[in-house]
């Protein structure tokens, strides 16, 4: 044990003689912006409230979840006793595919532009970056929708109106 905790102390030694040598120095505690904190109750899902505003609405399933589970929920509609609606119309349950790159989400989703409004996307958007920034993204990511029928709003990179890129 000795001898394994003796070469173990040597070997360190070494890295460090040559990391000195090398010209790198120490650079103290960075800032990289908030960390992700607490344990999260469920998605947040986004709906439309009888003002035509999009609110934020917990959804208790006892984890966060991913990007996809939380969009499925969102997809199958606010709980009935909610004063909520969804703009995105003849669905249901359903799978959407979703693929990261740098800075940007890209959801395929089971829906046509015609089976959204502006709010519906904004629902869809909102619920994907909230998920991604409570998992530790940031909130400067973007996010595209693509739909199933070919247009331009397959193509508009998104942000969320009640997720602020300062943070």
């Known amino acids: 044990m000795r001898r394994a905790r003796w070469a173990m102390v040597a070997a360190l030694a070494v890295v460090l003689a040559l990391v000195a040598g090398c010209g790198v120095t120490p650079t103290g505690?960075?800032?990289?912006?908030?960390?992700?904190?607490?344990?999260?109750?469920?998605?947040?899902?986004?709906?439309?409230?009888?003002?035509?505003?999009?609110?934020?609405?917990?959804?208790?399933?006892?984890?966060l979840g991913t990007i996809a589970e939380a969009l499925s929920l969102l997809l199958a509609g606010p709980p009935a006793d909610a004063d909520l609606h969804s703009e995105i119309w003849g669905v249901g349950t359903v799978q959407v595919t979703v693929t990261m790159a740098p800075g940007v989400i890209r959801l395929m989703a089971p829906l046509a532009s015609t089976d959204v409004t502006a709010f519906g996307i904004e629902q869809i958007v909102c619920t994907a970056l909230g998920v991604d920034v409570?998992?530790?993204?940031?909130?400067?990511?973007?996010?595209?929708?693509?739909?199933?029928?070919?247009?331009?709003?397959?193509?508009?990179?998104?942000?969320?109106?009640?997720?602020?890129?300062a943070g």
């Open 29 to 63: 505690v960075r800032a990289a912006g908030q960390a992700p904190g607490g344990v999260a109750p469920g998605p947040t899902l986004y709906f439309v409230d009888s003002h035509r505003h999009l609110q934020p609405q917990v959804r208790p399933t006892e984890q």
């Open 134 to 165: 409570q998992r530790g993204g940031a909130r400067s990511t973007k996010v595209q929708i693509v739909f199933t029928q070919p247009t331009p709003e397959s193509d508009t990179l998104r942000t969320c109106p009640l997720i602020s890129p």
